[in-house]
């Protein structure tokens, strides 16, 4: 009996050990590509982040509307606005967004709850050229904390990530209409 402890005693001590030098990993290092589960499933009471200015975007890697997967690392050397968004409206805010500054470089990305085919319709009818990307279960919008925690569905938030792949702008939980996102693109790219 007294083996049997020490083993499950030398265990634990190894499992939490381990999980604090995962904690203390190279913060120079990049961030871990986040892949949302592909159950489908929700999970209310998840862990919500959170984004501010000066941060790392985190990145991640979701199926797009237009067939292969994007990681948002693979964008950086270019400005991306990053739109977390529902349906509907938020989809015009962030298709309005990347038709109204044609002459600037910067990728328009939308994150949306919807499924794959939902979005390919909408692209469809509305002969949008943003990134659509489908994030079901919306891990990645908890992972920025664009998400109600309580009722577990995206909310309307505005990311603007620089070249480098720090969040310039941080919009979280209210719409950013697209007159006030040109100027925080324009202002941001151009410096005027």
Known sequence: MRTLLLVLTLALSAS???AQEANHANPNG?????????NGLTAPGRPVGHVDQGDRAPDFELESADGP?????????????????????ALGDADSLSRSLPGLRFTVVAVSGQRLSALRKWARLR???????SDPTNEI?????AIDPDHDIPRP??????????????NLGRRTPPGEAMRIVQYAVTGS
Request: proline content about 8%; hydrophobic content about 40%; some cysteine.
């Open 16 to 18: 939490v050990a381990g």
């Open 141 to 145: 919008a908890a992972l920025y904390g």
């Open 127 to 133: 002969g949008s050229h943003i990134v659509l990307l």
């Open 157 to 170: 938030s505005f990311i603007l990530v620089d070249p480098t792949g720090v969040v310039h702008t941080s």
């Open 30 to 38: 990049p961030p871990p590509v986040r892949h949302p589960a592909d």
């Open 69 to 89: 997967r994007v990681r948002l690392s693979n964008l950086r050397g270019g400005w991306v606005a990053l739109c977390f968004c529902g349906r509907g409206e």
